[in-house]
């Protein structure tokens, strides 16, 4: 992975990354840009972010992205919800995790989904309950 000061969001990180004894240079359009070994992940050690897991929290703009897509009826009173971002590097960056990983990173899990049943089952009885109690 190529690196330059732009690529660490503190002065700190970069001047940690660039302190490294060995690092090899590039000049790409000018720019003196060096090689980080390690890729993405490295870099996200070198800033003290976790890497045990993708959070995609380092710059937020994933998760600001992320909307509902689309609601369709799969049977009666089940509904499927489709959720993604709104900017197309942003899906290609979840699709691209995806099969590398060989698995959904916006599904969600069985507990999840027992949680969100929960809380439309009180909505649901709410809104009936309204509407015949006027």
């Known amino acids: 992975m190529l690196i330059g000061a732009k690529s660490f969001r503190t002065k700190a990180g970069a001047n940690s990354a660039f302190s490294k004894k060995g690092l090899e240079w590039r000049t790409v359009g000018g720019h003196h840009l060096a090689i980080l070994p390690g890729g993405y992940k490295e870099l996200r050690q070198v800033e003290g972010s976790q890497v045990d897991h ?8 994933m998760w600001l992205s992320i909307r509902t897509l689309g609601t369709s009826q799969a049977g009666q009173m089940r509904f499927i919800t489709t959720i993604g971002s709104q900017v197309a590097l942003s899906n290609k960056k979840l699709e ?25 089952d009180k909505y649901i009885t709410n ?3 309204r509407a015949f109690n006027g």
């Not at 993708?54 to 703009?61: A, I, M």
């Not at 691209?96 to 969600?108: A, H």
């Open 54 to 61: 993708k959070s995609f929290l380092r710059t937020g703009e």
């Open 96 to 120: 691209g995790n995806e099969d590398r990983e060989g698995k959904e990173i916006l599904g969600i899990t069985s507990q999840e989904e027992k949680q969100l049943t929960e809380i439309l």
């Open 127 to 129: 809104v009936v309950q």
